[in-house]
């Protein structure tokens, strides 16, 4: 049975073998197979607590890097490459580097976005001309790509749900509806909805979405972080998508049902006048004979 002398035995242990200093929780475990619910409660309630009890230091979290030589590793980065890198780019190089921070320090500045526009500034009040030059402006990039994403994913829903209502028999109204005219009226304004919609929509809007993947991967480096480029930057292929998809569901709606419509008003017309002359002979009947 374990015993809080085994837990200490074990923590000056591994202490040892790592030159003295003793290891995190995490490693303690991997190194011994305790587990902290094998001790937290029942002698201690904090890991620092059990290390000190050992006799020894617990670590303490490295302090925060600032600002400043963040920006100068990602200038050496940028200068060895000869452009702004990619995220898995700036992981290989602090991996490879170990006078680099590591990459998740690179984060601080909201993403890659972010951190290009920090660092032109730093290079440029530094006088860095050639981190200035690998890092040519464009248009929006100030723009954090968290805040872009969310209005691009946004955008992409409610257009989304507009498609689907216009393409769906059930799907949401359009301004002037045949729900309440007669059957034939309403079954030929959603035939045209799906003829439409589905047939001629469909297609199309699968043929913009499929080319805006590659617009989406030339021009998504400039609004949002550059390795969701391809899957990120294809919104705005997917979005005429299903504007496309929506206008033509639409266009069938009343194509189809406007002609059914009008035909259906005569139709009625023509029975309101035949009941009317119908009614006046009926009348003359009852009439009484002078």
Known sequence: MLTKD??????????????????????????????????????????SAAVREAGLEPQRMNPRLPDEPVLDAAARIVRKLG??????????????????????????????????TRLRS????????????????????????????????LFVLMLSESAAANVLPCGGKPARTYDDDPAPVRYAAQTGRLLLGVGLGVPIGLALAVVGVPIGAATGPLWIQQDHAVAEGAL??????????GAFADLGYYLFGGPAYAISRVIRVQESHESANSAVPADAARAPRG
């Open 83 to 116: 452009r702004f890198p990619t995220a898995a780019e700036i992981r290989f190089e602090c991996n490879a580097d170990p006078t680099l921070p590591s990459h998740n320090t690179f984060r601080r500045f909201d993403g890659l976005v972010g951190l290009r």
């Open 122 to 153: 730093f290079a440029a009040e530094r006088g860095l001309t050639d981190v200035v030059a690998a890092l040519p402006y464009h248009e929006g990039e100030t723009i954090p790509d968290s805040a872009m994403r969310f209005i691009a994913i």
């Open 236 to 245: 705005w292929g997917i979005c005429p998508g299903l504007l496309t998809m």
């Open 6 to 47: 085994d837990v200490l035995r074990e923590i000056r242990r591994t202490a040892a073998e790592n030159g003295g200093v003793a290891p995190g929780k995490t490693a303690f475990f991997a190194a011994t197979g305790i587990r902290e619910s094998d001790w937290s409660g029942r002698w201690w309630t904090t890991w």
